[in-house]
């Protein structure tokens, strides 16, 4: 059994659902599992673990934020009955990898907290406020769906930026690829789309839905199906992608004609003047609508990130590297995004035969993850 | 202070949410609390307290069951955040009402089980039980949104069909009008529209929103809207009702291509007829479009109903009795319904001014429910 093969095995059962899928939500059990099962990794490796107040973990080999540290690491959280590689396989690599490159290097590996927003809804927690993109007030009153805030679940109110940051060399964040534009084992990233969620909560009037005239009806339900419809075909049309794949529906019972139903857009687009185009003509589409079916509409971008384009030359170094291993950009957002914008940045990508992630299906072959720890070996060693 | 007044603050607070509307499910401590309520109220007027088995409660003045005996009452369940009138007015009339009449009247009071179908899905479930229209067993294995069974919740299998309802000359349920038809104080029903319940499943393929290609996707979010506005325009077409109300998304991530969307289609028409064609042609347009989407929908009808005619001459007979009260149908199903298959049933109707229901809402005068009880307790003397 390969050393991967063996570490792996020791997380696949945590938080693993009926459905093969996981449910590994920031701060709560099975993510604390793994965030045990990190420290156990460090100090197999000597290596001192520290907590920066706002949720992220960090194992050094060297002292803490030493200058000229490389970075690497990735997130254990998941989002609902999502895959076991989307997250953790860059820490696991990441592990890997230090055992393989020579012990006088200074490296970091991160588990950043809330990556997926699954829990509290902004992508990136943990890298936000380690960078200052968020304020610790805001992160902190932040709430999951039972009401507990992120403050709450921290056990206070994050740190927030932290200026040592700056002392990091370089960050490279390993994951598996989530399309299936990657064919070989291994391939750098160049870019991440410009992408946001946007709230939309569109407001009717509850009633039974039995005896109410369809003439007398404000259901909201119809403007959100219409709004669906108009995102999917708007992000066809401009070669962009839009997704509502969250909703909530006040009161949500067969009888009742819905008071409330709140729906996310994902949306995401390769520039920025494309993703607001389609956002601008999607949420004109539904307020018209919401005005023929006499309800109303309120949109809330609860995060937007703008393109993300790693160092270009980083990126070419790395390809060169590893034999001219692709270039791509993804639609995904990652830490490695939220970085870029304070350190020299890359992402190594893994292929995913499928292509199929955020979900049960999704999939790497142990070879494939076994060349990308490869990978980063290499780049760890010409980058530290 | 009003009789009625004084009674109705008694269990006003009982179950009520921030909304102003109630959280009064089957079996649960807001709806136990108004059968202890009950049970009380049972006691000052010396009446007896039997519960049938099946989770229906009766408070008796005579022997339970006696021959000739007067059926009253309504139920305490409520919809997610619904209004206070629906079902409780039934009951806290019925004991007014009783307070009104001569005592040698043998009359019964019912608190019907899970008239809402709330909790377990299938309205009507105590009046289908206590008809033999539902198998104990069928009813013991339907489960609430944590996975409790109605036999758990319950404390076993229900007893199911009791023949002493045979024994009842009459049922008049009183009920709070759902519609805006009737403009005086009080009406006397005609007829229930059929209707029923349907669930649809509609499975695609989960994936993550931002890598997955539009032309690669197999969202059955798209389905599940196409056939929102597909059930709105065809109600409206035939003079039907149809309403999505009620909606279950998986994974629900913002993130991710939902794998299943889980909608209930609640339909009703004057005729059956009509309500077959328009479930026929809804689920004809939503599988059309289903293999446009590459996903695939599974329709599971939960509960249907029948046309309920109300016993005419009964009808007539009271709406005569009540200075010619108008004589108007409905769209909500009740319990009364169930029963009136079984024995001579009638129902009286509550003026509601708005019309709203299943909503915190829906709200009736303190004179028009007061015009209710005299109307019922004209009503019990006359059948007793």
Chains 1, 2 share one sequence.
């Not at 960050?171 to 990233?189: C, D, N, S, Y």
């Not at 494309?274 to 949420?283: I, K, N, Y």
């Amino acid at each position: 059994m390969s050393d991967f093969t063996e570490l792996w095995a020791e997380i696949a059962p945590v938080g693993r659902a009926e459905s093969g899928g996981y449910l590994r939500y920031a701060l709560t059990p099975p993510e604390l599992t793994l965030r045990d099962w990190f420290r156990t990794q460090a100090a197999r490796r000597d290596m001192r673990v520290t907590d920066d107040g706002n949720g992220n973990l960090f194992a050094w080999r060297g002292e803490p934020w030493a200058p000229g540290t490389v970075l690497t690491g990735s997130h254990f959280d998941s989002v609902p009955h999502g895959g076991g590689y989307d997250g953790p396989l860059g820490i696991v690599s990441a592990f890997l990898a230090a055992d393989k490159i020579d012990k006088s290097r200074k490296i970091g590996i991160a588990a950043f907290v809330e990556e997926e927003g699954g829990r509290f809804g902004v992508p990136c927690l943990g890298s936000r406020l380690l960078t200052g993109a968020i304020t610790p007030e805001k992160a902190a009153s932040l709430r999951d769906r039972d009401g507990i805030t992120f403050g709450e679940a921290l056990g206070g109110t994050p740190r927030g930026h932290d200026p040592r940051i700056a002392n990091v060399a370089a960050l490279v964040e390993l994951h598996i690829e989530q399309g299936r534009a990657l064919t070989v084992p291994v391939g750098v990233a160049s870019a991440i789309w410009p992408h946001g969620r946007w709230r939309m909560d569109f407001a009717g009037v509850g009633d039974h839905a039995g005896t109410t005239l369809m003439a007398d009806r404000h259901d909201p339900m119809l403007t959100f199906a219409f709004t669906v419809l108009a995102a999917n075909k708007e992000a066809r049309l401009s070669g962009a992608h839009a997704t509502v794949g969250r909703v909530q529906v006040e009161p949500n019972a067969t009888n009742a004609i819905p008071s409330l139903v709140r729906g996310w857009l994902d949306a995401r687009a390769a520039d920025t003047a494309t993703l607001e185009r389609l956002v601008d003509e999607v949420v004109r589409k539904a307020t018209e609508r919401a005005g023929r079916d006499g309800t109303a509409l309120a949109v809330t971008p609860e995060s937007v990130s703008g393109e993300v384009a790693f160092d270009e030359a980083l990126a070419k170094r790395l390809s060169d590297l590893l034999d001219g291993a692709p270039i791509l950009p993804t639609g995904a957002g990652h830490d490695a995004g939220v970085l870029s914008a304070h350190i020299p940045t890359a992402m190594l990508f893994v292929r995913n035969p499928t292509g199929v992630s955020h979900s049960p299906a999704e999939h790497a072959s142990d070879e494939d993850c076994e060349a990308g720890i490869e990978a980063l070996a290499t780049v760890l060693e010409e980058l530290g």
